[in-house]
């Protein structure tokens, strides 16, 4: 003689009530699937529960995936608006020295880079101006040579990239600590020199060559027209 153990009436009428609970409670449907199996035994497949596996594990994946894509979207969106505050800041300069300023505070800050450095080619180097405020001048050539490290071959305008450590020549005392950074070039018109913008930070994930540049080719074309107004 065999007894089932029986459902308590109250918890019974629950659940005809509201199947949905059961139904939408992985657990509990893992755990009556796994009987069923038990009850059916070894020499049974049940191609419908191989199935049902199938399914979730795909659904898990399409969930996985869509967590991505909202995360990417959200980084995306947050990028673009510390992009547009930076160069609203930009905007409201008057002068290359209030230009300066606005980089190396609230414009690094809102890009929450550690270091910005403005490179200028030029023939003189004897500008006093030379290594104030970010700011500093390199002989013609120097901005090719240094975004390629040396290697020869075309500079794009954006390049991503992490490193052991900042130039010295660039960061100065701040080098020793830089991990990653962004070499944006400029165009300043015709019959000038071109410039480097390099954007420095701590965090060797914060620039890599794997990123989307299309912002920053957005920003640097602002730069751009913005120096313009005061480079001779």
């Known amino acids: 003689m065999t007894s089932t153990p029986k459902i308590e009436d109250a918890l019974r009428a629950k659940i005809i009530a509201t199947p949905d609970v059961i139904l939408d409670d992985k657990d509990v449907m893992r755990a009556l699937v796994a009987a069923n199996e038990k009850i059916m035994g070894d020499n049974i497949v049940d191609l419908r529960g191989i199935a049902m596996d199938r399914l979730e594990s795909r ?69 006093p101006m030379a290594t104030e405020n970010g700011k500093m001048r390199k002989a013609p050539g120097y901005m090719d040579a240094y975004v ?60 890599g060559p794997q990123q989307g540049t299309d912002l920053l080719v957005f920003f640097t074309g602002v730069m751009e027209r913005v120096l313009r107004r005061w480079i001779t």
């Open 59 to 127: 659904l898990d994946r399409l969930e996985d995936t869509h967590r991505s894509v909202i995360a990417a979207a959200y980084e995306n969106v947050a990028g673009t608006n510390q992009i547009h505050r930076a160069i609203l800041r930009i905007l409201e300069a008057d002068s290359l020295t209030d230009l300066l300023a606005h980089l190396q505070s609230d414009v690094a800050e809102t890009l929450r880079v550690d270091a910005i450095r403005l490179v200028l080619e030029s023939d003189q180097n004897d500008d």
């Open 148 to 207: 390629t490290q040396g290697r020869g071959g075309i500079s794009r305008q954006v390049t991503l990239r992490r490193v052991d450590h900042g130039d010295a020549d660039v960061f100065g005392q701040d080098a020793e600590q830089i991990r990653s950074e962004a070499c944006l070039k400029l165009d300043l018109g015709a019959d000038r020199l071109p410039g480097l913008l390099v954007l420095g930070s701590k965090d060797a994930e914060m620039f």
